[in-house]
Nanobody, 123 residues
Framework: QLQASGGGSVQPGGSLRLSCAAS????????IGWFRQAPGKEREAVSY????????GYADSVKGRFTISRDNAKTTFFLQMNSLKPEDTAVYYC??????????????????WGQGTLVTVSS
């Protein structure tokens, strides 16, 4: 299972750090991802990091502002979000995948999902 946390309300330009704790499976070999779903929109991929870190990807809309990382010892991974914008408002989901994805943006290939944590960016 995955348990996401760290969401909240922040003003534009602010920062938040999302966390996702993994349990019940061997976390180390899994790639990790973050997705988000804004009201009335489809779930979209935000970022991906392979188990070794040799592949890291970001959606164009968050490049340079968001950073994905992981702590295998603590079976936890993170999404550091800086310079937040109102359009970043969404429910954020963490996910894990047990093999290198052909397309990390495709949510159908992920094996585990967290429950979602709400991020609201508003003045």
């Amino acid at each position: 299972q995955l348990q996401a946390s760290g969401g909240g309300s922040v003003q534009p330009g602010g920062s938040l750090r999302l966390s996702c704790a993994a349990s019940g499976f061997t976390f180390g070999p899994y790639g990790i991802g973050w997705f988000r779903q804004a009201p009335g929109k489809e779930r979209e991929a935000v970022s991906y990091r392979s188990s070794s870190g040799d592949m890291i990807g970001y959606a164009d809309s968050v490049k340079g502002r968001f950073t994905i990382s992981r702590d295998n010892a603590k079976t936890t991974f993170f999404l550091q979000m800086n310079s937040l914008k109102p359009e970043d408002t969404a429910v954020y989901y963490c996910a894990a995948i047990d093999s290198p994805p052909v397309n990390w943006r495709w949510r159908g290939d992920y094996d585990y999902w967290g429950q979602g944590t709400l991020v609201t960016v508003s003045s």
